[in-house]
């Protein structure tokens, strides 16, 4: 258990049993004084404090089950163990208002009403509230730090423990007025205060149980999710609640031209964006791939031959009027057969075509993938004469300033020249590629045993 967790145990478990001690001291002196004074009011107050009780130790141990981490039998934890502990107060709560409603009803209809009003009525209530208000504002703190329903639902019988207890004081005013039957009055009025908590806490228990989605949940996760930069939607999105816990799966869109690593990435940010509106989530995300809004007709291409296994390049598409033709290389594995080739490449493009529209044209190269290592030998100094008319050759090129690094290997195939050449600096990009790649065409011609010529270029 990690230390964030452990932390939450001891306050919950500390404010509960805090909880279970008032409600024993509330509930053992309005049953003395209730007695004493033969006061429904008071009385009432302590069948309340004593279920207060009851629903305190519940709490108390549903909090210590709730924290038993997942089992074989119990895969998304122990958590609503706190949900069934708030529904079960429920239901003492509406019988213990029966109780109350049905006892004030026969005092009033009888007018057996004997209420011995006197300075310890008082003061019972008095502390009871000093105590309620106490404990009430403790429970909830902790419930809210930790989004404990049990112990919200704690805080919510001594919260009405306080309202219940002005109204008793009330009651027993009117007695010392003269009008006895205001004790029963007060009692009924303590019992529909009562059962109303009881409805709106059954009702919350309830929606968790059934897995209801608490409000605002699904907007603020929705809301975390797509303000990750790279998540191009949110697909599904799953949610339900156990305790204090959150727990989600979704189903995210990552732009299908993003690297594995990069994705993996964002998912991680979705998950820590949640975590930011959630801390306690337990969140397991699905990624698909999706066409992003900023995908080029180049970009889609290429990922199409991706999905077929392979790799293209020198992509080239034209637009002519309103239809476009493309073209491109593919490369196949080595020893691949041409009538093979040919068929994926006619599935291929058959999917270009369906995948993207007002296509006229696609033209597809076959090639053979080169090999990853190329066995060659350097011959630098053996073609000194073929280097120095690739040297002048270069240096009559206008824009080249300077020309160094020439060198030579031969290969299988044939020669290959590498050299390094600064051009002028206040070219555009375009116009510095079209240099460099003039300058590969004019050395390629300068010897038919040459097959490739790598220029690599920096501004002067």
């Known amino acids: 258990m990690i230390d964030g967790e ?30 004493w004074t033969n006061s429904l009011g008071i009385l009432s107050e302590a069948l309340h404090s004593g279920l207060d009780f009851f629903a305190a130790v519940l709490t108390f ?14 895969q998304f934890g122990h958590e609503k ?8 107060e429920t239901l003492l709560l509406i019988v213990t208002s029966g109780w109350i ?74 007695t010392l007025a003269g009008f006895p039957i ?18 709106r806490l059954g009702i919350r228990s309830v929606n968790v149980l059934l897995d209801r989605v608490p409000d605002n949940t699904q907007d603020r996760i929705t809301r975390a999710i797509l303000s990750v930069h790279g998540v191009a939607g949110l697909r599904s999105l799953r949610i339900r609640q156990g305790g204090g816990r959150i727990f989600l799966d979704a189903v995210i869109a990552i732009r299908r031209l993003e690297t594995f690593e990069r994705a993996h990435r964002i998912m991680d940010e979705v998950e820590e964006s949640i975590h930011g509106a ?81 296509i006229a044209d696609v033209h597809i190269h076959l090639e053979e993938e080169a090999p990853e290592i190329i066995e060659a030998v350097n011959v630098t100094a053996e073609e000194t004469l073929l280097l120095e008319n690739v040297r002048r050759y270069v240096q009559g090129v206008s824009a080249v300033r300077e020309c160094n690094d020439l060198a030579c290997y031969r290969t299988p195939r044939g020669l290959k020249i590498t050299l390094s050449c600064a051009i002028d600096g ?14 590969e065409r004019g050395i390629s011609a300068l010897d038919q045993r040459i097959i490739q010529v790598f220029v690599s270029s920096q501004p002067a």
């Not at 205001?182 to 409805?199: E, H």
């Open 426 to 439: 206040t070219f555009a990009l375009k116009e510095s590629h079209d240099v460099v790649n003039a300058i």
């Open 101 to 174: 409603l049905l006892e004030a009803y026969k005092r009033m209809v009888t007018g057996h009403a004997e209420v011995d009003v006197n300075f310890w009525s008082f003061a019972v209530i008095g502390t009871s509230i000093v105590v309620d208000f106490t404990r009430g504002r403790a429970l909830s703190r902790v419930a809210r730090k930790y989004q404990s329903q049990a112990l919200e639902a704690d805080a919510l019988h001594f919260h009405t423990d306080i309202l219940s207890s002005l109204v008793v004081i009330a009651g027993l005013i009117s």
């Open 278 to 358: 959630f801390p306690r989530a337990d969140v397991v995300l699905h990624a698909e791939p999706a066409e992003g809004r900023e995908e080029s007709t180049r970009d889609a291409v290429q990922w199409l031959v991706q999905q077929a296994g392979l790799s293209a390049h020198n992509v080239v598409i034209l637009r002519v009027n309103g239809a476009l033709h493309i073209a491109l290389d593919i490369e196949f594995p080595r020893s691949t057969g041409f009538r093979s080739a040919y068929e994926r490449a006619a599935d291929i493009e058959g999917t270009i075509r369906r995948e993207i529209p007002d």
């Open 6 to 35: 452990k932390t939450m145990m001891r306050e919950k478990n500390r404010v509960a049993l805090a909880s279970v001690i008032a409600a024993v001291f509330l509930t053992g002196i309005k049953l003395g004084v209730g007695l």
């Open 61 to 74: 141990f549903a909090i210590r089950v709730a924290h038993r981490p997942p089992d074989h039998q119990h």
């Open 81 to 88: 163990a706190e949900n069934i502990s708030a529904f079960l």
């Open 182 to 199: 205001g004790d029963p009055i007060a009692a009924t009025i303590v019992a529909v205060i009562v059962l109303w908590i009881s409805v």
